[in-house]
C-alpha cells in the first residue's frame, strides 16, 4: 500500500508541475502575441478633412483668409515659364501664365469663365474649361477642399507618392471622380487624383511643400503627372487678403463674347 500511495502521490505531483509549466507558457503567448487585440474605429470623411483643416492651422486664422495671390515659378515639358493666380474664398479667380512664346489671361468671374483670345479681346470658356483654369488654384484648393469639392466617402489607407496616407473620394464641380490623400503623419494633404476636365484621364497632384503663413500652413511647391509629363508649381510669392474685387474684373478691351 505504502509503494502505490507514493507512486500515486508522485505521479500527482509531476502531474501538477507539468500543467503548472503548460499554463505559464500558454500566459507568456498570450502576453507576447494577445489573441485579441482592440481594432481602431475607421475614421469618417469628415474626421479626416478635420485633421487635415486642424494641421493647416487653427480655426480662426484659417477662416479670416478672404483671398491668396501667389506667383509660382514653374517648369514643364516646354520649358520654364511663371504663373500668377488670385484666388478668392467666392470662387473668383485671376490667372495670368506667361509662357516663352505666348501668355495666357483668364480668369473667373462670378462663377463665369473668360479668357482673352489672341486679339486681346475676352470671350467666355465653357464649363469644361472653366473647371480646367479652376485646378490651378492649389494653394486656395487645398485650404477651401470643402468648397471646391463635394461628396466625400472615406476609402482606406493606402500609399501614396511613397506617403503612407488615408484615402477619401470625392466629386469636382463637374460631378467627376477624384480622390484625395492625406498623410497619416501630418494630417496634411498629400495629393489629389483628379478627373482631366478635358480628356477624362486622372492627373495626379502632388503638394510637396507647406509654407507657413502667419498662423496657417499653405501650399507652396506643387508637382503636377499626366501621362508621361510633368509640371512643377514653386511658389515663390504668397499674400494673403491683398486682393479687392478689381483684381477679378475682365479687362475692358471689348464686351465679353
Not at 485579441?36 to 487635415?52: M, S
Not at 515659378?73 to 506667361?98: M, V, Y
Not at 487624383?193 to 509654407?211: E, M
Request: charged fraction near 25%.
Amino acid at each position: 500500500m505504502f509503494e502505490i500511495y507514493g507512486f500515486e502521490s508522485a505521479s500527482r505531483r509531476v502531474t501538477l508541475i507539468f500543467a503548472f509549466y503548460i499554463l505559464i507558457f500558454l500566459f507568456a503567448g498570450e502576453a507576447q502575441t494577445p489573441r485579441w487585440q482592440p481594432v481602431a474605429a475607421a475614421l469618417t470623411a469628415e474626421e479626416i478633412i478635420d485633421a487635415a483643416e486642424a494641421a493647416m492651422g487653427p480655426k480662426d486664422p484659417r477662416a479670416s483668409i478672404s483671398s491668396i495671390s501667389d506667383v509660382a515659378a514653374c517648369h514643364g515639358p516646354k520649358g520654364d515659364f511663371e504663373t500668377r493666380i488670385i484666388s478668392d474664398r467666392k470662387g473668383n479667380l485671376s490667372f495670368q501664365q506667361f509662357l516663352s512664346d505666348h501668355k495666357n489671361i483668364e480668369g473667373i468671374l462670378d462663377g463665369r469663365g473668360w479668357q482673352l483670345d489672341d486679339s486681346g479681346r475676352p470671350e467666355s470658356i465653357d464649363a469644361i474649361e472653366t473647371s480646367v483654369l479652376r485646378g490651378h488654384e492649389f494653394p486656395m484648393m487645398a485650404l477651401d477642399l470643402r468648397r471646391r469639392f463635394h461628396d466625400f466617402k472615406p476609402i482606406s489607407r493606402t500609399q501614396f507618392e511613397g506617403q503612407s496616407t488615408n484615402q477619401i473620394s470625392m466629386k469636382d464641380d463637374l460631378g467627376q471622380s477624384a480622390s484625395a490623400y492625406f498623410s497619416l503623419t501630418s494630417h496634411l494633404l498629400a495629393g489629389i487624383i483628379a478627373t482631366n476636365s478635358r480628356t477624362g484621364k486622372p492627373a495626379t497632384i502632388r503638394f510637396d511643400t507647406w509654407r507657413l503663413m502667419g498662423r496657417v500652413n499653405l501650399v507652396s511647391r506643387v508637382t503636377i503627372s499626366y501621362g508621361a509629363e510633368t509640371w512643377v508649381f514653386d511658389f515663390k510669392t504668397l499674400i494673403l487678403n491683398a486682393a479687392d474685387q478689381n483684381a477679378f474684373q475682365i479687362p475692358e478691351t471689348g464686351r465679353l463674347r
